[in-house]
């Protein structure tokens, strides 16, 4: 069987998507998707997205009316997580250019609505308020580092001010502070910071799921502006440069309308035999 598939980039984070509207993939397939985010001997990617019919009885009522299809994630691992920020803005890069949805959309993920709008290569999301916010998890082990805080924006995040971000063994302290036992037992993604202007900031990411760095992270980014603010008065709309590329972040001081903003390209579009990967 030859199944379609969708390869896109968000600043960076590249994704394979699939038009599961079908119900062809259960989402089950945890053996299936690591095989296809393989790289070198795959298609190679940070995770999967699969592109649904709106779950209508499963989110919170909204006058924009109902989404307009569901989102679900699947991290490298091939485990489905609660939230991608990246993943979020291709899937509806992918669903305008698609006809799925108009420029300004509305879709579900994990019971939550988000509101996008698409022009031109830009995707700019509204984020959910974040939770789950402390200022002093006592994390931090020496290394020369700062420690900013943990925030949940979709999925945890645990950020660390520090001088050079290019100087940072990211592979090395990503895991150590990923498993620490003040994160357990869900474990959290770790995002090492530089300040390098009014509101200006350098991030790298190592990602739970993907379990490497990552060339930008979605919900990181916004994780690392929130900390900056509070830990830094950073005003918004703070620009984040990292590996894959620019994103901003537009906010308020309750944090009631967090946006996300950066570029989506199409890589491309391909199709696979499943029998070779079964």
Not at 7 to 29: C, M, P, Q, V, Y
Not at 223 to 230: E, G
């Amino acid at each position: 069987m030859r199944i379609r598939f969708t390869k896109l980039s968000a600043t960076g984070n590249d994704f394979i998507l699939f038009d599961n509207r079908d119900h062809r993939f259960r989402g089950d397939e945890e053996k299936l998707f690591r095989t296809l985010c393989t790289r070198r001997s795959a298609i190679g990617a940070d995770g999967v997205l699969l592109i649904e019919r709106p779950r209508v009885q499963n989110t919170k009522p909204s006058a924009l009316g109902p989404p307009h299809f569901t989102m679900r994630y699947f991290n490298r691992d091939g485990r489905e997580s609660e939230m991608c920020g990246n993943g979020a803005r291709a899937c509806a890069y992918y669903a305008f250019h698609h006809s799925l949805a108009p420029a300004e959309m509305q879709f579900e993920v994990s019971g939550d609505l988000y509101h996008a709008v698409v022009s031109g290569e830009k995707v700019r999301l509204r984020m959910q308020k974040p939770w789950d916010l402390n200022l002093t998890p006592n994390a931090l082990e020496g290394e020369g580092m700062e420690e900013g805080g943990y925030v949940n924006t979709g999925v945890p995040h645990y950020v660390l001010f520090v001088p050079d971000v290019d100087q940072i063994d990211v592979a090395k302290l990503g895991v150590k502070y990923r498993h620490h036992p003040a994160f357990q037992p869900a474990g959290t993604n770790v995002n090492f910071v530089s300040i390098v202007g009014t509101s200006n900031l350098h991030l790298r990411t190592y990602e739970r799921g993907v379990e490497e760095e990552t060339l930008a992270c979605g919900t990181g980014t916004v994780a690392s502006a929130v900390i900056a603010h509070l830990q830094k008065q950073m005003p918004f709309p703070i620009h984040v440069t990292t590996r894959g590329g620019e994103l901003i972040v537009y906010g308020d001081p309750e944090f009631e309308r967090l946006e996300l903003e950066g570029e989506v390209r199409l890589v491309y579009d391909g199709k696979f035999d499943l029998e070779n990967f079964t």
